[in-house]
């Protein structure tokens, strides 16, 4: 069953990015990406985002971009896969400068 009934691919993908970009707004720092694994049932959202946040801030995460992805798009909770990829300061960079060498 596609994300969008009668639509292609394309237009399912920029329905996701359009969903998204309210939550990723929200995440200083962060980067969100959604990928269709196998069926339309098991989508894994990939979030990259500075080292920092505590244990609990990432499960409140988790659990939204779960509950946000099955309230817009359908499938189960038990489907929806969640990747935390953490980066130090040293590790990112905007502009062309090091988010460590910035001034804040």
């Not at 939550?23 to 920092?52: K, N």
Request: net charge neutral.
């Amino acid at each position: 069953m596609p994300l969008l009934p009668d639509t292609d691919g394309d237009a399912q993908l920029q329905f996701l990015k359009l969903a998204w970009q309210g939550v990723r707004r929200r995440l200083c720092g962060a980067q969100i990406s959604i990928r269709q694994t196998g069926s339309e049932d098991m989508p894994t959202i990939h979030v990259e985002m500075l080292a920092g946040r505590s244990n609990d801030q990432k499960r409140a995460l988790v659990k939204g971009l779960t509950e946000c992805f099955t309230s817009h798009c359908g499938g189960t909770p038990a489907s929806v896969q969640v990747v935390i990829s953490e980066f130090g300061k040293d590790q990112w960079a905007v502009g062309g400068e090091l988010i460590s060498d910035r001034k804040t």
